[in-house]
Nanobody, 116 residues
Framework: QVQVVESGGGLIQPGASLRLSCVTS????????MGWYRQVPRKQRDFIAE???????FYADSVKHRFTISRDIVKNTAFLEMNSLKPEDTAVYYC??????????WGQGTQVTVSS
């Protein structure tokens, strides 16, 4: 059974930092690209960052220079380090494991609220 589980969300003040984790199981982690997306109520789910199996990273312009995606191949886990958080970063953050040949899998999401 494939599992993708996000954690680390919560309430945080503007300007602070937060680290999200995405633990996977049931997949060959090295063969998937890992991505982070976010969604606010009644709006589309937006791409924010991804890392390929080879370690290449990509970021949305809105988070570039503030967020960093990484992975731990031993733990089958991806991370999203979020710095200088803004109220507009408030969203449900979703982790995605994707392979052209092996399928695409989503986590249930973790809520991040940036507010004073």
């Amino acid at each position: 059974q494939v599992q993708v589980v996000e954690s680390g969300g919560g309430l945080i003040q503007p300007g602070a930092s937060l680290r999200l984790s995405c633990v996977t199981s049931g997949i060959d982690f090295s063969r998937f690209r890992m991505g982070w997306y976010r969604q606010v109520p009644r709006k589309q789910r937006d791409f924010i960052a991804e890392i390929t199996g080879g370690g290449t990273t990509f970021y949305a312009d809105s988070v570039k220079h503030r967020f960093t995606i990484s992975r731990d191949i031993v733990k089958n886990t991806a991370f999203l380090e979020m710095n200088s958080l803004k109220p507009e970063d408030t969203a449900v953050y979703y982790c995605n494991a994707d392979s052209v040949h092996l399928g695409s899998y989503w986590g249930q999401g973790t809520q991040v609220t940036v507010s004073s």
